[in-house]
């Protein structure tokens, strides 16, 4: 409890949105988002390089060489180090290469939601009428129902594969990101320069749009980074029910998939993709919690039980 | 009652809606998607029959008239209750739903059981602690609860078991259940054994719960200690905290009466929130781990057969859910807050 | 005889984001007698309803404490340790500035009573409304009526009454008043006030009002302390501070207050008050002061003039230290 005894000037950016500012040396201090911030940094670099980096990288993108079927179900060893699969083939080679099909589909997904979502707040903000009835019950449809069960749905109509998994999500996701930005769209909609460059005959949907991006970006994007997290257990969740990858593929609740089947046998299989759906997952959220955090300084102040 | 008639309508009207929303996604999907939608509605079906079975899907699903007419006669029937029977169980869909709803039902209330008495009170001794070992501590292991995929916790409980003798699978014990007589009526398996009288069942059908339920609870304990943390030290700042405080009243009497009931309407909301995301958690976990039978081995089910049918029932079941839990937590909010009023 | 409440030296302050404290209250000394109607005004901001808070025991978790403050002798504020066992609600209450807040919005008014009472006397809830039915009469609310119910049903008179009426069955015998008339409607301040001093006769108590009103503070207060940024500049009886202010900031006060019946010209204070992170040396109301002079630049000390204290540099030469 050691406070500065003195009365010195307010630190400038203790209230602002300051997000941006003194980026390392706030962020940097908080253990919380050091943890995130070094599992976030592994992860990406791991889905960058990993073809490159895991011993056995046919296999790990799902391929089974004949003499697979000697070493089946090999607990890990030095030649394996987290055993091998169902099939033979090396467990760490696919799960690491999990990483980047885990990126694939959290990148795919959020940057996609976001894009339809904050069009469709916008829109729906600057077009009223119709328009804007028909978003809104499009949104709170869609903001009802789970991802994994319109996976069910397209996964009969579509069938498996990427797509899939990547629509089911995107449907439910999009909604969050368009009612944020709807709300705040409406209030600016209001805004006397709004009306005034309607009426001098420019184009108020740049103003606007401009406007809107400029404030709602940022909450925005701290709510998509700690929705990342979410995204990978909801798409892990599509894949280990088998509505979306097909087996064999170097993914996460695939290969919990498989090992379920012989959970006894060989615990390893399925034990090592969820610890790595854990931490990823993890790692996502202290970041986002940290970002959060920032925007809201009440958060900070020093509290005790104080009676 | 704090409800309007007002509030009722304007819910059932949204259902309504909602369930036509589902119904028009579910057949824009079948027939935008590559492939003929009527092999699809029918199942995918081989063998002698499968022309005729084609054919009928092609009737019901009225691939032969203009697309709106398609649209409007889907919804209708819908609303019949007639999407036909199920490919995989040969009985009309709504039917094999409800019964199963009922089991992942209990599973679900079983898990909020333990979870909330539990995540609220670590919250609050949290928040008590705040910026303590024992707060971090907590915090720390409220954040990893909450990340921690809840088919990897079931299978890891599922595996102790085995290793240690029992057996988890499914709700009961078919033998245990014939020799002792045990006939389910409610669906609710706990329920029906102790109107029964029926002990030994109930013993066995709960300790094949438990676990499946606890990999459940993991997700809303880590929600709800953070949560709960958060909301009471907010609480605690309040003006009639502060004034509660100055004319003497006690400290266990602020933190577990005053300050609980006020973050209960923001604790009902989110618990709502997590409960319906559970919902799919426990279909998830259910059956492919444990062998239970509930909506998640109809999922299956509906996968491995390529029953449509079946799906459309499914996701038409789990929106009302949600739309239930929602209109649920509205009202328990209103009884508690005086002020609000729906 | 003890002294209701005493205070020395007290100072108190809070902590930023950036843990860097405060200083909100920098260093008061007053005395309170039992039974006597003690005033703090000042401008918003200036500290006084900080003192309050800190005679109240509800200092929020930021706060930071030095100095000493003694209520009936028990040290309560010693240092930075603040220790109100004892206290709270028994021997001190508190009438809030704001009843719409500060009542619980989830209970109803006899519940809050019967809370308050068995927590500080442990009577059950059937004693308990008797007393509180009691209390809410004295503060003329109907008692059947007003028990059951929630406080958003009650008008913002009425809340303020029932306050009253909770912060007096605890039976302390200092009530500390924040502002008591500032959430009302003008017509309804001159009726508060009258059943506060009512009360205050029939009940034995002792008053401490937080206002920024310095002629409602002149007419009902026996005692007076002002307050500015923090520090007291004056202290004196209540009748003769507005008619012969020591003080050059309790004059500007004096004068900035319309008088009924008088025709003159009101004078508002030039500049701001001093920021509580801002630096002050010397007197901390100099800058604004049409008074001041080269001695000022020094802070003053507290002199005892006949009529009471006063810190300012112009009472230097007929005064004792």
New interface residues.
């Given amino acids: 409890m050691s406070a500065v005894i003195s009365d010195s000037r307010k630190s400038p950016n203790s209230s602002v949105k300051g997000l941006y500012q003194n980026l390392t040396r706030r962020y940097l201090r908080r253990t919380k988002f050091k943890i995130g911030l070094v599992i976030t940094l592994v992860v990406l670099v791991l889905a960058l390089v990993s073809p490159w980096v895991v011993p056995y990288p046919d296999e790990g993108a799902g391929y089974v060489p004949p003499e697979a079927s000697q070493r089946e179900k090999e607990p890990p060893s030095l030649r394996f180090f987290f055993g091998t699969d169902t099939r033979g083939r090396d467990l760490f080679s696919r799960v690491i290469m999990g990483v980047r099909s885990a990126v694939i589909q959290i990148t795919t997904v959020i940057s996609l939601s976001l894009l339809i979502g904050l069009l469709a707040g916008v829109l729906a903000a600057y077009f009223k009428g119709v328009v804007e009835i028909i978003l809104n019950y499009l949104v709170e449809l869609f903001i009802s129902i789970p991802a994994v069960i319109i996976a069910l749905v397209l996964r009969l109509a579509l069938g498996p594969g990427l797509m899939t998994v990547i629509a089911s999500l995107v449907t439910t996701w999009w909604s969050w990101y368009a009612r944020i930005t709807y709300v705040y769209a409406r209030s600016v909609m209001e805004m006397d320069y709004v009306t005034l460059a309607r009426l001098s005959g420019l184009s108020p949907l740049k103003i606007m749009t401009r406007h809107v991006m400029r404030n709602v970006l940022t909450p925005v994007l701290v709510q998509a980074v700690t929705d990342m997290g979410s995204v990978l257990l909801e798409a892990s969740t599509i894949n280990f029910l088998g509505l979306g990858l097909p087996l064999n593929s170097p993914e996460w609740g695939v290969i919990m998939l498989e090992g379920l089947s012989v959970l006894e046998i060989a615990p390893w299989i399925s034990a090592y993709p969820g610890f790595f759906l854990l931490v990823t997952a993890l790692g996502f959220s202290l970041v986002g919690d940290t970002l959060r955090e920032e925007i809201d300084p009440r958060l900070r102040r020093r509290w005790r039980l104080w009676f | 009652m704090p409800l309007s008639l007002n509030y009722l309508t304007k819910r059932i009207v949204w259902i309504f809606?909602?369930i036509i929303?589902?119904v028009v996604?579910?057949y824009t999907?079948?027939i935008i998607?590559?492939g003929d939608p009527a092999v699809?509605w029918a199942g995918n079906p081989r063998g002698p029959n499968a022309s005729l079975a084609i054919e009928l899907a092609r009737k019901e699903l009225g691939l032969d008239k203009p697309p709106l007419i398609q649209v409007l006669k889907f919804v209708a029937d819908v609303f019949t209750g007639n999407i036909g029977l199920s490919i995989a169980y040969k009985i009309p869909v709504f039917e094999v739903i409800l019964r199963r709803l009922v089991a992942t039902l209990e599973l679900l209330l079983i898990s909020y059981l333990i979870a909330i008495p539990l995540g609220v009170f670590l919250g609050i001794e949290s928040a008590?602690?705040?910026?303590g070992k024992l707060d971090t501590f907590l915090q720390s292991l409220g954040?990893?609860l909450?990340?921690?995929?809840?088919?990897?916790v079931g299978?890891?409980l599922?595996?102790t078991l085995?290793?240690l003798g029992a057996y988890p699978y499914g709700r009961v014990d078919p033998k245990i259940a014939t020799a002792t007589g045990f006939h389910p009526i409610t669906g609710f398996y706990l329920i029906d054994a102790l109107v029964e009288g029926n002990l030994i069942v109930f013993v066995n059908i709960l300790s094949k719960i438990i676990s499946p339920a606890i990999a459940i609870a993991i997700y809303p304990i880590g929600v709800l200690v953070r949560l709960t943390r958060?909301l009471v030290?907010d609480a605690?700042?309040?003006?009639?905290i502060?004034?509660?405080?100055?004319?003497?009243?006690?400290?266990s009497?602020?933190i577990w009466?005053?300050a609980l009931?006020?973050i209960t309407p923001g604790l009902v909301q989110v618990i709502g929130l997590a409960f319906?995301?559970s919902?799919?958690?426990a279909?998830?976990v259910e059956y492919?781990?444990f062998g239970r039978e509930g909506l998640g081995s109809l999922?299956?089910d509906?996968?491995n057969y390529?029953?449509?049918r079946l799906?459309?029932g499914?996701?038409i079941i789990?929106?009302v859910f949600?739309?239930l839990v929602?209109t649920l937590t509205d009202i328990i909010q209103a009884l508690?807050?005086?002020?609000v009023r729906l | 005889m003890v002294l209701a409440v005493r205070a020395r030296n007290l100072r108190v302050g809070y902590v930023d984001e950036d843990e860097n404290i405060l200083w909100a209250v920098k260093g008061v000394s007053f005395e309170v007698n039992q039974g006597e109607v003690f005033c703090l005004v000042g401008e918003s901001g200036c500290g006084k309803s900080t003192i309050g808070n800190t005679i109240i025991g509800i200092l929020p978790p930021y706060a930071v404490t030095d100095g000493e403050l003694h209520v009936f002798g028990k040290p309560v504020v010693r240092g930075n340790h603040r220790d109100y066992s004892g206290i709270r609600g028994r021997i001190v209450s508190y009438v809030p500035q704001n009843p719409g807040t500060s009542l619980n919005p989830y209970q109803t008014i006899g519940t809050q009573l019967y809370y308050v009472l068995n927590s500080v006397y442990g009577w059950d809830k059937k004693k308990s409304l008797e007393v509180a039915k009691k209390y809410l009469s004295l503060v003329e609310l109907d008692p059947e009526e007003t028990v059951d119910r929630y406080p958003h049903e009650l008008s913002g008179g009425m809340q303020q009454r029932a306050a009253i009426a909770i912060a007096l069955s605890t039976g302390a015998k200092i009530v500390v008043a924040d502002e008591p008339t500032s959430a009302l409607d003008a017509h309804l301040r001159l009726q508060l006030i009258k059943l506060l001093m009512k009360l205050k006769e029939s009940e034995s108590l002792t008053l401490v009002m937080i206002t920024h009103d310095l002629v409602a503070a002149g007419k009902i207060c026996d005692s007076v302390a002002v307050v500015y940024a923090g520090e007291i500049l004056e202290k004196c009886s209540g009748s003769n501070v507005i008619v012969e202010p020591l003080h050059p900031y309790t004059q500007m006060l004096a004068d900035a207050v319309p008088l009924l019946g008088f025709k003159r010209r009101l004078k508002s204070i030039p500049g701001e008050p001093p920021r509580p992170d801002e630096e002050v040396t010397g007197c901390v109301f100099a800058p604004r002061c049409h008074l001041a002079f080269e001695k000022c630049v020094e802070p003053p000390p507290h002199f005892k003039v006949y009529k009471g204290e006063v810190a300012c540099w112009r009472y230097a030469g007929n005064a004792k230290q």
Avoid: C, Q
């Fill in positions: 809606l909602v929303g589902v996604f579910s999907a079948i998607s590559p699809k008590l602690h705040r910026n954040t990893v909450a990340n921690t995929p809840t088919f990897w299978a890891w599922f595996l085995i290793l958060a030290s605690l700042l309040e003006d009639y502060r004034a509660s405080v100055a004319w003497g009243v006690s400290r009497v602020i009466r005053y009931k006020a319906s995301y919902l799919v958690d279909m998830a492919v781990v999922l299956i509906s996968l390529g029953d449509f799906a459309v499914l996701i789990v929106a949600y739309l929602n508690i807050d005086p002020k």
